[in-house]
């Protein structure tokens, strides 16, 4: 016999350092524990989060917030605390957020010096934004790195990866954005606006080393 241990998403909900998840009284992220509690437990995905403090992700294994079978549709409020240092180093629908869905809500983060590589879908806030909202987001300095080596890199942004609906309004871009393999739909911005979205008052001024040009 022999015993098999597998890590998997949590449905049940989280601690926190404070808070019960409502809009009047979200759940506190206030350290690199509590955003990795959120990672790891789906049930909160739509749920509402407010971040109190500066925090440091050095040292931590990040993937995403929300995916393609569980997108998030709570409201997480950055604050305007700074989130450093975020790092994921391989994977699709990579980012801060993974998957935004229908009625979600990301606003106010600043994401300073992210180092953020995968393969499809790759965003500094969010890889995929399916119909909800990204508003006063910043993405400072890094790198946001496209790298799939099958079917080549593809949405690849700097606040998103690919859009589909919603809205992205008053956020801007400082990082680079870059690719290890043949690839394209890359952007300062946004990698991919699939169908029709609202993309207003943002700016970038990074770099692009991409030599396709369908970007945004």
């Known amino acids: 016999a022999f015993l098999c241990l597998v890590t998997t998403q949590s449905a049940f909900a989280g601690t926190y350092s404070g808070g019960a998840g409502t809009a009047t009284n979200p759940y506190l992220i206030s350290n690199a524990d509590d955003l990795e509690e959120l990672r790891t437990t789906s049930g909160d995905w739509d749920d509402h989060f407010l971040v109190t403090t500066t925090i440091n992700m050095s040292g931590e294994t990040w993937t995403r917030i929300g995916s393609t079978s569980t997108n998030f549709t709570g409201t997480f409020n950055g604050n305007y605390k700074s989130i450093s240092n ?59 790195n496209g790298t799939d080596n099958t079917n080549n890199a593809f949405a690849v942004g700097g606040i998103a990866g690919r859009v589909n609906g919603g809205t992205i309004s008053g956020c801007y871009s400082t990082t680079t954005i870059s690719r290890t393999t043949d690839g394209n739909s890359f952007g300062g911005i946004v990698g ?25």
């Open 86 to 144: 975020l790092t994921v180093t391989s994977g699709d629908y990579v980012g801060l957020f993974g998957v935004v869905g229908s009625g979600g809500m990301v606003k106010n983060v600043w994401l300073s010096t992210p180092n953020i590589t995968g393969d499809d879908y790759v965003g500094g806030i969010a890889a995929d934004r399916q119909s909800g909202t990204v508003q006063n987001c910043r993405v400072e300095g890094g790198t946001i």
């Open 192 to 216: 991919w606006v699939m169908g029709s979205a609202t993309i207003e008052n943002v700016f970038w001024t990074g770099t692009i080393n991409n030599s396709y040009t369908d970007y945004y």
